[in-house]
């Protein structure tokens, strides 16, 4: 039987103390499935009483972010003047554009009880034509994320058209995202539609197309090769994708562009403050790394 593995990309760990984080992409064998071009899993995690989650305001371009929580909260805040703390169940699309500026931090009334921490952040790189567009953010409650039931299986689409659904969140090119979860002995088909997809095991134990899944390496699908994700004991899994991009995209910290002259003057107007800092959190900033980093954390 045909693996229906393309590529396994194994994550990269990045112990920060009260939490971790698993970062599969951008990788050297693999850059983007789809749109997606950075990856990460964090937590799960519970920080210390009085302490909480707090990544300064910091720049991008160029891409689009989408943070998606399992447990927890982060209140997000930026340079347009969007203030949104996002839970479970929700989305926050984020859309650089031209640029913006944006903080993520525990809320204030969760800190005292130490605040827990677990979910998924990644970078949606902009398509040719739409890179510049107008920084915007999007919170899509939960209403507007479709929740498919079929026995013991569940799953949310976060974005895109999957299982006959479609999800509110905007998409700037051909995207799918979905919140997987099985029961004991439930199952449910991965739609083949998509250029470029995968899959990352999250909890519990899955196997796909009858091969066993590993926790949190990132499983790239082969083209149009249908297979069933099925669960004995119960999991939980992400599925990603889209659209296929013709053109290279360049990674430094956090900025994401088809141009690497375009990337250099935004590191240029990061050291020189030509970008607005959010309303509301405006007192300190991270600042541009000698050395090339995808992202940086507290």
């Known amino acids: 039987m045909e693996t229906p593995f393309e590529q396994v990309v194994a994550p990269v760990t990045h112990d920060l103390g009260a939490f971790k984080v698993n970062r599969t992409l951008p990788a050297r064998e693999r850059t983007m499935v789809g749109p997606f071009i950075f990856v990460d899993e964090f937590g799960p995690a519970r920080l210390p009483a009085g302490q909480g989650m707090d990544v300064r305001p910091h720049p991008h371009i160029n891409l689009a972010t989408v943070t998606y929580l399992f447990d927890g909260a ?9 203030h949104q ?39 949606l790189a902009l398509p040719d034509g739409r890179e510049e567009v ?38 700037h090119s051909p995207t799918i995202y979905a919140d997987i979860e099985l029961g004991s002995g439930a199952s449910i088909p991965i ?51 889209g659209e296929a991009f013709s053109t290279r995209r360049y990674v430094f910290w956090n900025f994401v562009s088809s141009s690497r002259e375009r990337i250099n003057q935004a590191k240029e107007d990061w050291k020189a403050m030509r970008f607005p800092l959010p309303p509301g959190d405006d007192q300190e900033f991270i600042p541009l790394p000698e050395v090339p980093k995808t992202v940086s954390y507290p």
């Open 85 to 123: 703390v996002i839970e479970p169940g929700a989305i926050n699309l984020m859309t650089a554009g031209s640029g913006i500026v944006h903080s993520e931090r525990s809320p204030e009334d969760l800190r005292p009880d130490g605040p827990s921490l677990y979910g998924m952040q990644t970078w």
């Open 191 to 241: 739609d083949a539609e998509a250029d470029e997809r995968a899959v990352m095991l999250v909890d519990g134990e899955a196997e796909l197309g009858g091969e066993k899944l590993d926790l949190l390496p990132l499983y790239g699908l082969r083209p149009a090769h249908a297979a069933r994700l099925v669960s004995a004991t119960g999991a939980r899994a992400m599925l990603m994708g």
């Open 134 to 171: 107008a920084p915007a953010f999007d919170h899509v409650p939960a209403t507007g994320l479709p929740l498919m039931e079929d026995g013991g299986a569940r799953a949310r689409v976060l974005m895109g058209t999957l299982w006959g659904a479609t999800a509110a969140t905007p998409c």
């Open 74 to 82: 982060i209140e997000h805040r930026d340079s347009i003047g969007s």
